[in-house]
Structures are given as structure tokens and as C-alpha cells.
């Protein structure tokens, strides 16, 4: 008996050892385990939305491609590191090299340019500079619907032995702008192309837009340019601020080979608004007045001085008349020279907790000696806010008194002014505005975690880019949201129905949310995938998580 | 990873010293002379160092020291993903044991007991060999950075096995075969990243579920003893 217990325990220790070598093979180290790789090798997200001018109309610029030119080109790049610029949904996500460190000293600029079918083209000309996040809202011109104080002409001339009789070329008159320019084709005028040569053919298609007070923001290369060149084609340090008389983009094409220059110049009569202030005389505009003409290079958003047009009294009314002797854009303005030093501008929010939202930040420049109206200078500003955020605005006017206003977060051009500041700009170097925001009680605070699934390499990437919503109601409601290594933080409003979107690897991704204080699931369409939201109602939290499925090949 | 592990439990065997003795009667059961011997142990534990005294017909005791050195530098894939890896461990531990000799005519013999596992922190730096496209980015080895993972088993550690062989030598040397496991602490794991790879702290408590299983070190050890006194 006793011997049999010895052996039963022996047997039992060499069982416990077969049982152990067991264990320890049964479990993979590596079941679950995910290698994450952060991707914010890129600074200054920008988030680019392309609107309708016109926001009545129902047609919006949806998925095309665009250009970067200018140059700092090179350091502009998708925000998952791509040169396929490729618009989905009328945005697209863009950041820049970190190298470039972007400062107001040393600005990375350049011109976004494209093209869509039924909008005038679109020259964009941008400025980053800081590592801050960018929003920016590019309108274009629908042809069939432009804006009020905007006429579009849109005509053909028939061409004998390739060139056009006299012709003199009006838009329609509209409400809004009852004096169109007039486009004088000279008898015998031939067409050349970008070599140079005489373009053969048959009929001259030409489309022009003419801009009026009312849309010069979307006048193509903007009224800030950085990349300027004077009447001698010597740079203009810093670029110039334009204070629009009139402009006008002509494209032309003989039997669809695209005019750019012309054997003899047209000439092209401005109309000249009566009320406008010119900032070289300080009064409003008069027979007389000289304004400087400017030629911008649309493939490169480059203006030039290209002299200057008088003011002449033609039938009681202001007309001015200049040469165009090539194509695209044409733009009267009286320049002047920016700030040097940036205003900077501090954001407070009334809610301290509160970051997100669709808020236009712009300047309003004052009479002059009484003279004038108050009137938007330059391109607003489109950007999230959150408390204590801080932007440098560069490009002031110079001398001018004025206001730096804050317009609602819902659309680009509908809502009012919610806060501002009186500005002696140069003088005054910095503000604070606080800016009203929806009260915590019906804004729900988002954290996301959206990362990158390597369908083929079992890798995860933790996200960087801008994301935008938009409303599935409202056109005019969309914003951007920027994204770090899969993570952001920002407010919505409780029951918002928005669709996110995403761009990666060339490709949309999207799910269609309503912001409410539960726990959902993602939408069964969503290309975002195993997207979940979960409430935490003690902080007033919707966590959203999601994953991009795309090759890693 | 598990090669890793499988490179420390299939570690180098090793020489042991150890001291033993033992407690045996003089002739007429009145005066007791305690047997003791040394020997050096080569082992999946390292190399060891161990003394024995008997304390009576049945029961022995142990006291030794081992080490362990392991490093391994060499192509590593963890979850698809290519590395050089450069793994270094060093376990080091005193045990104190129990011998019960159950049979008197068979050389086989029950062995508990305890050890401190006062080093068992192995640490793997693995570096990328592969550039990755991310969306349309590629990132390059250096860009990703590198990530260091570490484990630490140190602290009591229970033991449980059988010898063989004689445990004193007749005469001045013999060898003893030892086969048993320690059951090692609940392991701790970190797992710290750089550069890209800097995010990678949430796969701690995954290492640590997937290494949770990893506490039965066996140990099989051959031991050349040397008989101290007569």
C-alpha cells in the first residue's frame, strides 16, 4: 500500500510535468496583437471644400480633380502623403511637409487650380502659416446659376480663314448687373495657342464671367495674392492686396484647341461701379481715376501688372478700357501693401468645453474719410474654434480702419456676424474676440478613434487628416474636422444628421451619422467599417471608432 | 515572440556545481554523519551552482543558484510585420529544495521546493526591415522607428519534480538527473515605441493576456556532484 502511493505521487508529479509543457505551447504571443503606426508625418492639415457660389442653386461641385501649382507645390501633399489630387464630395484633404515649418515669415503658398464641367475655372491661391489646422471654402461660379452682380457670356464666332470679324461681345444684362463688359474682337484677329501658333479652324467658342461687387471673393487667384509680379515682371515681395474695380475670366478655343493669346489684342470696357471707394484717391471712383490692370496665369494663380486703365465717362456712365492681348483672368484693382506684421487674433468660446463648428473669420475695412461702404477685404478665414485658440492673420489692410468679425458656423455665406472687434489695423498687432457657441445642453462633445486597416499586412495605421461633415439637409452645413493619429475632439449639436467623409488612398470613405446620445452602430452603407458610437452621459461624450479598409501593397 | 520564448525555455545546458551532503548512520544508529556534496548543473535553467546535505534516510536539502543568459539577434516577424530583432534575458534564480526519497532500492526521488526569480526581465528591440504604404505614403524603416517590448516573470516561484540517480556519489563524483518545472510569477509586460511606432502601449494588456500561460518553466538539468568528506 505504501509503495503504491509512492508511486501514484511520482506518477502524478511526471503527469504535472507533461500538463505544464502542455500549457506553455498552447497560447500564440502574437494572437491580437496589432501593430499601430501614427501617420502625422505632415503638418498644417487644410480641409478644402468647393461650394456653389450660388447657394440657391442645387447643383454642387462634386468629384473632380485639381492642381497644386506655385511655389511651394512640392510641400503640399494629400493628407495621406499622395500628389493625386483627387476631389470626392467637393472636398479633398491636403497638409504640408513638416520640413517646411510654415510661419508668417516664411509662408508655404501655393495655387490650387481645376476644373469643373459647368463652373468657371477655379484659381485658388493659399497661404499657410502656421502648423494649425486650415479650413478653407473655395466658391465657384456655376455658369447656368451664377450669383447676383455676376453675368456670364457664352457665345460663338464663326472664323474666316481663321479669324474672326469685328465683333463686339455683351452679356446679357441682368437685375443685378445691368452694365455687362464688352469683349471688341478686331476685324482679322487670329487665335494662337500656348506655342504660339495660329490656331486653324472654324468657330471661336468663348465663355467669360464677369465679376461684380457681389462675388469678387470668388474672383479666380483671390484678392491676397502672394505671387505678384509688377509691370517690369520683378516679384512683389509679399504679394498685394486687391481692392477689385471689375475682373473677367475669358476662355476661348477654336474648334476646341484652347486660345491663348491673339494675333491683335482685344479690348475689353469695364463698367466701373460709381459707389466704389478708390483707396489711391480715397474718394469714390470718378472719370479720371487711373486703376491698375493685372493679368493672372491661371495654371500658376501668378498675377502681373499689366499697366493701367482710365476711368472715362461713356453715356453717363463709368466704363474703363484696357488690352487684353492674352488669356485668362483680367482684374482692375487698386493694390495695396499688406500689414507686415501679422494681427493676432485670440478665440475664446463661451463655453469652455466647446471645439468645432464651421466659423468664418473676416475683415471688414471702414470708409475712408466717409466715403464707401463697409466691405469684406481679402478671403475669410474658415476654421473650427475652440477656447483660447489663436490664429495670425496676415495680410491686413494697411491704415485702414476696421473690424475683424466672426460669422455663424452654418454655411458660408447666410448667417450673420456673431462676434467682432474694432481694428486700427498695423496699429493694433492683437485682439480677443469671445464668440457666442451652442450651450453645453445641446451640444454633444465627439472623440474619435479611426484608424487605417492594412487589408494585407495586418497593419494599423492611426489616422491624420482632415475628415469633413455635411449636413444631409442642409448644403450650406459642413465643416472639418482634424484628425491626429486617429484622434480628435470636437462639439456637434444633439440630432445633427451629417455624413462623414474621409479620403485615403484615392478613395472616399463615408458614414452617414445622426449625433445623438446613445450607442449605435454605424449605418449597414457605411464604407466606414465596424463604426460604432458609444454615449458616456456623465461627460457627455460620444466616442466614434471606425476602421478604413485599404491595400498596404 | 514565441520564438523568442521558445529560445529561453530551450536555453543552453548548463554545468552545475553543487555541494551535497548527507545525513548517514554511523553503524550503530547512535551517531549520525551528515552526507554533503557540490555540484555544477548544466540545465534549461543555465548554468547552476548547487549544495546538498542529507538530513536523514528520506530527505534531502538543496540550496543552489542559476543563470541564464540569452541573447538573440536576427530576423523576427511579429503580425506581419518584418524586424530585426535583438533579444536579451538574463534569469537568474536561488531555489531552495526538497528531496524525499520514496523508494530505498530505486534511484528516483520527489523534488519541491521554491525559488526567487530575482532576474527574469527580457527585453526584444525590434526594428523594421520593410518600408510600408500607408495610403499613398511610404514609410520608411527609420521613419517607423523601432519598438521595444519587454516581460517580467521575477518573483516567488514554486518547484516540482523528480530526480534521478544516486543523490550522494559512492565515492567522490557522480551525476544526477533533475526534471521539474517552476511555476513561474504572473508575468507584467511593457511594450514602448518610437517615432510612428510610439503608439503601441494598448497592446500591453494583449501581450499580457497571450503571456498569461507562459508561467511552467521545466527545467531539466544534469548534474556532476562532488562528494565532500567521506
Redesign the interface.
Known sequence: MK?TF?IV??TS??C??AF??T??S????????????????FTSPIGVHFVNYNTTSGTRPTDFSIKISGKDAALV????????YNVFGGFISLAVDKSAAPSPTHPVNFTITGSISGFAPIVYQVSITSDSAVSIIVPVIEYANPPANTVVLSTQVGLTGNASPAKALTAVATPTLANPATINIANGTTFKDASGNVISGNTLGVVATQYGTDSFNSIPGGLSPTDVLDINGSPIPGGVRFESAGSLAMQMNVDGVPVKSFGTPLQVNMPIDASLLNLATGNTVAAGDVIPVWSMDETTGQFKNEGNATVALTGGKLVATFPVSHLSVWNLAWPSNPCPTPLHLTINTSDPNYSGGNYRIAIIALPINGNGAPHVVGQPIVTSIYNGMTIDITNTPTNVQGEIVIYGPTGPSTSGVIAGSAISFCSTNSTTITVPVPSPSVAIHVITQFV?Y?TD???T??LTGTFSYTSKTDALDFGNVNVR?GYTRFSILEGSAYTINAI???KPYTADITFTKTNFKFPGNSSITNGIASYDANANVLALSGQLN?S?? | MKKYLLLLSLAAFSLQVSAQYVQKSTGDGSDLQREKSISLGLGTTGVSLEGKVGLNQHFNARLGISFLPVTYSGPLTLDGVKTTANITANLGKVSLLGEYKPFNTLPIRLVGGVGYIFSASPTATLQPTQSYKLGQTTLSPNELGEMKIGANWQGIAPYLGVAFCHDFPKHKFNVNVDLGTYYLPKPTTTWEGTKLLNDNQSNEQQLDQNLSGYRWFPELKISLNYKIGK
Open positions: 509503495k509512492k505521487a511520482i508529479v511526471l504535472a510535468l505544464s509543457a500549457l506553455f498552447c497560447k500564440k504571443v502574437t494572437d491580437g496583437i496589432r501593430v499601430k503606426v501614427n501617420t502625422d508625418i501633399y494629400t493628407s495621406d502623403g499622395g500628389s493625386n487605417g492594412c499586412k495586418q497593419v495605421a492611426n493619429n485615403y488612398n484615392n485599404f498596404c501593397k
